[in-house]
Nanobody, 128 residues
Framework: VQLQASGGGLVQAGGSLRLSCATS????????IGWFRQAPGREREGVSC????????DYKESVKGRFTISRDIAKKTVFLQMDNLKPEDAAVYYC??????????????????????YGKGTQVTVSS
């Protein structure tokens, strides 16, 4: 399982960025993909998740309405569109993957407990 996040950068508050997660070594149809972030001095937190079927998504409360997760099966890529960015969104963003194990799995549980595989992160900086 390999994941590579890209698309980070420096943006002014209120601006937008689109992160990409290129995946390989597994099939998106059987894995949940999540975005996590970690700011200096803070614990890693789950930001967004999309289910293996692509029909279910979940978001950290503070990003709801501003961030959108999506995926392109053919390109084996998952995206995180981030709009109306705030200084508190600044962090290293990681994409992660976990096999969707049972019918009772939920994105919210993955965001809370974490996932099995993480890629290298991409830095997002938001200036005020």
């Amino acid at each position: 399982v390999q994941l590579q996040a890209s698309g980070g950068g420096l943006v002014q508050a209120g601006g937008s960025l689109r992160l990409s997660c290129a995946t390989s070594g597994f099939t998106l149809d059987y894995y949940a993909i999540g975005w996590f972030r970690q700011a200096p001095g803070r614990e890693r937190e789950g930001v967004s998740c999309i289910s293996s079927s692509g029909t279910s998504t979940d978001y950290k409360e503070s990003v709801k309405g501003r961030f959108t997760i999506s995926r392109d099966i053919a390109k084996k890529t998952v995206f995180l569109q981030m709009d109306n960015l705030k200084p508190e969104d600044a962090a290293v963003y990681y994409c992660a993957a976990a096999p969707w194990r049972t019918v009772t799995d939920t994105c919210s549980s993955y965001l809370y407990y974490g996932m099995d595989f993480y890629g290298k992160g991409t830095q997002v900086t938001v200036s005020s």
